[in-house]
């Protein structure tokens, strides 16, 4: 489970995000990303995280130490953030 916080500060940090802009400016064409009612922007059920490097290791770090994926390896630990969350290179960055 990963804490309101990181999720807040995720959010946060959408604004800030070109990357992310662009999908939202695109987003007439991209039929997997939507925003919600607060103009977070997900892909399909999964947040998206932005390009901000200590959040993406905020979260990697939060994901490996949680119970459900102690010792359990980076393709496990990926199954379980994909879930919930999306950015690109995110099965790389994971792996690492």
């Not at 959010?11 to 990357?19: G, H, L, R, V």
């Not at 980076?74 to 199954?79: D, E, R």
Request: hydrophobic content about 35%; overall charge positive.
């Amino acid at each position: 489970r990963v804490e309101p916080d990181l999720i807040s500060r995720i959010k946060e940090a959408q604004k800030e995000d070109s990357k992310i802009w662009t999908i939202i400016k695109n987003l007439n064409k991209q039929v997997k990303f939507r925003l919600d009612d607060d103009n977070v922007l997900w892909q399909g059920t999964r947040l998206c995280v932005s390009n901000e490097a200590t959040l993406r290791e905020a979260l990697l770090t939060e994901a490996h130490s949680s119970l459900f994926s102690v010792h359990s390896g980076s393709t496990k630990m990926y199954h379980n953030l994909k879930q919930h969350f999306w950015w690109s290179g995110m099965k790389r960055d994971v792996a690492t």
